[in-house]
């Protein structure tokens, strides 16, 4: 039988796809992040569920709609049952069930109570910090000036710069695993370049804060150099999935902010699979990232809870260069925005009027608004993301 695979999940933190080379702009230097790319699949059309931090990790971690879950906006540190409910079954236990020995080195975000620590989760392993942002040196969270840090569920004040920390582990963890029969699940979400803008060791900090995110994005592409090195000395490229990601379109660089616009929606993702996936592969099928709940759990062989409804569709097809049409109606929702998608009709919602309707097939930048010529495919819409948000708001486990 074969093995299933290793799976490293990086997350960059607010990374626009202007910042990299082969979303078309490349307006920093990436060139580990332009190497990988070409090594693997490109998404062109790989679409986050809420264009938020908390939600945003809710959803890969569930494989459900951050807003059926009850997490649509950020977790709060002064709320004691604000975060991911242990009634959810998180990706890392479902790999751990079958067999998986999985670790979190970085930014989790899902709960700042010891309740929702990710060793409770289904994590074996677990060093990082549970604020949405925080001092890259000092540590500290600028709400509440207090550090978050932890190691399993022990507070540590380690020194140094945070994603170089959360780099080393993570190469720690690969050294140990790839000496180990069972697989592993390795999930490293930095916190770069997402604010406090502060320049990384060895670059000269500057009182301009866009001169120190172009620095934290090029010191971001080194280490997941670095986590790519790792995996090439410890023997183990053939077996393992390595998925690069950033948790929303918005950056500092782009002035999208966060919206349910589709240059807020679209994200950055690539992956690389020697003998698995082709090399230059691009696929523009969209899909969402909370696809890779289900799309990670095929390839563990786990078996995905029927209970509940798992919005997670697997996208292992698309990984293999195979195009699929969206036979499915997707939903957003956030802060005073709605948006649903029926193949290439979008149609989006501002305080809950229409306010544009889109083909996207013709008009990928949403400028040619539609409304006018199909009042009954609008009112179709709203009613079932009405109803959408409804059967939602009756599942929800979890608090903000």
């Not at 060139?31 to 790319?37: D, F």
């Not at 998180?90 to 989790?108: C, H």
């Not at 000496?179 to 699940?185: A, H, N, V």
């Not at 053939?238 to 616009?261: A, C, H, K, M």
Request: hydrophobic share 35%; net charge negative.
């Amino acid at each position: 039988m074969e093995k299933h695979p290793n799976i490293i999940f990086m997350v960059a933190d607010n990374l626009g796809r202007e910042a990299v080379d082969y979303y078309g702009e490349g307006i920093f230097e990436t060139p580990i992040l332009n190497a990988m790319a070409r090594k693997g699949v490109v998404f062109d059309n790989c679409l986050i569920a809420t264009p938020l931090c908390s939600p945003a990790r809710c959803a890969w971690n569930t494989g459900r709609h951050p807003y059926r879950v009850g997490i649509n906006s950020q977790t709060r540190p002064d709320d004691p049952e604000s975060g991911l409910s242990l009634q959810e079954v998180s990706l890392a236990r479902l790999l751990r069930n079958a067999g998986y020995t999985t670790g979190l080195f970085g930014k989790w975000n899902l709960g700042y109570a010891a309740t929702f620590n990710p060793l409770h989760h289904g994590f074996h392993e677990f060093y990082g910090s549970n604020a949405g942002h925080a001092d890259y040196y000092t540590h500290l969270y600028n709400r509440d000036m207090k550090s978050h840090f932890f190691r399993g569920l022990e507070p540590i004040a380690d020194e140094g710069y945070f994603d170089t920390l959360f780099t080393d582990e993570a190469i720690k963890f690969i050294n140990r695993q790839s000496q180990k029969p069972d697989p592993f699940y390795l999930n490293l979400p930095f916190y770069a370049p997402h604010g406090p803008y502060q320049a990384p060791p060895g670059y000269y900090h500057s009182d301009d804060p866009m001169v120190n995110y172009q620095y934290m994005v090029e010191y971001l592409d080194l280490c997941v150099g670095r986590v790519l090195d790792a995996v090439h000395h410890a023997g183990i490229a053939e077996n393992t999935l390595i998925v690069f990601l950033s948790d929303q379109g918005g950056s500092r660089t782009n002035g999208y902010g966060r919206t349910l616009w589709e240059r807020s929606l679209k994200v950055i993702c690539n992956a690389v699979w020697p003998g698995k996936i082709a090399p230059n592969t691009k696929i523009n099928t969209p899909w969402v990232h909370y696809d890779l709940y289900a799309t990670f759990a095929a390839l563990a062989g786990a078996t995905v809870p029927d209970d509940r409804v798992i919005d997670a569709q697997n996208a292992w097809p698309l990984f293999e260069g195979k195009e699929q049409p969206l036979d499915r109606t997707l939903h957003w929702t956030y802060r005073t925005e709605d948006a649903v998608r029926e193949g290439n009709l979008k149609l989006h919602v501002t305080d809950g009027k229409p306010d544009g309707l889109f083909d996207l097939s013709v008009d990928p930048d949403e400028q040619r608004d539609l409304r006018a010529t199909a009042h009954e495919k609008v009112e179709k819409m709203m009613a079932e993301h009405h109803i959408w948000k409804q059967t939602c708001e009756a599942q929800q486990t979890s608090k903000a």
